[in-house]
Nanobody, 118 residues
Framework: VQLAESGGGLVQPGGSLRLSCAAS????????MSWYRQAPGKERELVAG????????NYADSVKGRFTISRDNAKNTVYLQMNSLKPEDTAVYYC????????????WGQGTQVTVSS
């Protein structure tokens, strides 16, 4: 099982980034996918989640209206489009795959750093 995040980097406040998470080694379309983040000295928090088919999404209040999660089951990839970025969005962003029924199948990527700074 592998979850490989990409797309992080340094961006100025107000800018945009698109994160990608390429999955392999499991049946991607059967898993709920989520993005989490962890800032220095803080606990990991849920940023956004998407259902197996992509019809249902949920977001942390702090990112609603600015971030959009999507998935392409044909490409085994989940995305996080981040707009109007703020310094407080600075964190390591992690991709998570969770089986909706058998929750012991819970996989994490290595993370990608997002830094919002002028």
């Amino acid at each position: 099982v592998q979850l490989a995040e990409s797309g992080g980097g340094l961006v100025q406040p107000g800018g945009s980034l698109r994160l990608s998470c390429a999955a392999s080694g499991f049946t991607f379309s059967s898993y709920r996918m989520s993005w989490y983040r962890q800032a220095p000295g803080k606990e990991r928090e849920l940023v956004a989640g998407i259902s197996t088919g992509g019809s249902r999404t949920n977001y942390a209040d702090s990112v609603k209206g600015r971030f959009t999660i999507s998935r392409d089951n044909a490409k085994n990839t989940v995305y996080l489009q981040m707009n109007s970025l703020k310094p407080e969005d600075t964190a390591v962003y992690y991709c998570n795959a969770l089986h909706p029924i058998n929750v012991r199948y819970d996989y994490w990527g290595q993370g990608t750093q997002v830094t919002v700074s002028s």
